[in-house]
């Protein structure tokens, strides 16, 4: 089951949560994927959605591809929720590490989803550690970057249908890394839960 570990709360009233678990077995409107940007879902998170939720998320992604194109860092793509409990999945594509730029692709690609969580009203959404796995970006710099998006997006947008942000984490050392940087960050405070 999945648990909170740390949560903090904008002012905005708008809830950024720290999670140990599975990413398919979240409860929230939206969950996004670490995808590729042709969105062939065999590995790591994607390997996992698609086991979960079913070939009809692959299909879907497919087709998007087919009308669209490859998937951009800076605009997701979206489809169902398959079988699993959201309604969205929102397909993100985060950088391969070392191939350049790749701070500034990781935050355009969490940005992104956050642009699309808010075109489709949701109020929940749930992210992965996009790129920390096979895409090697390392764990604690990929940390910084989420809470700084999350940061500026929330400072940008404080009407924002977004009310519940969750960084769904499944391994430790992934989960550690970001307890760190959350941490020095002054985020322990407001709204911790241990």
């Known amino acids: 089951m999945n648990r909170i570990i740390r949560e903090y709360t904008f002012a905005s009233g708008t ?10 077995q ?3 409107d939206a969950i996004v994927n670490a995808a590729n940007a042709y969105l ?4 790591g998170v994607a390997g996992a959605i698609i086991q979960q939720g079913g070939s009809q998320i692959q299909t879907e992604s497919d087709a998007w591809v087919q009308k669209y194109g490859p998937v951009s860092h800076a605009k997701p793509a979206y489809t169902g ?9 929102i397909h993100a594509v985060g950088p391969v590490w070392g191939e350049g730029e790749d701070d500034a692709k990781l935050a355009t690609a969490i940005f992104g989803a956050l642009a699309t969580a808010e075109e489709l009203r949701l109020v929940s959404l749930s992210f992965p550690a996009i790129s920390t796995g096979i895409f ?3 764990k604690e710099r990929a940390a910084q970057i989420y809470l700084a998006v999350v940061r500026s997006y929330i400072g940008q947008h404080p009407n924002t249908s977004l009310k519940q942000i969750r960084l769904t984490l499944f391994d430790q050392t992934t989960l550690e890394a970001f307890i760190k ?4 960050q002054g985020l322990a405070g407001a709204g911790l839960m241990e």
Do not use: M, N
Not at 181 to 184: H, K, L, Q, V
């Open 15 to 24: 809830r950024l949560q720290l999670v140990e678990g599975d990413i398919t």
């Open 26 to 28: 979240e409860h929230v």
């Open 40 to 43: 062939k879902h065999g590995a």
């Open 81 to 89: 929720g398959g079988r699993l409990a959201c309604r969205y999945v």
């Open 136 to 138: 090697g970006f390392p």
């Open 181 to 184: 940087i959350w941490e020095s």
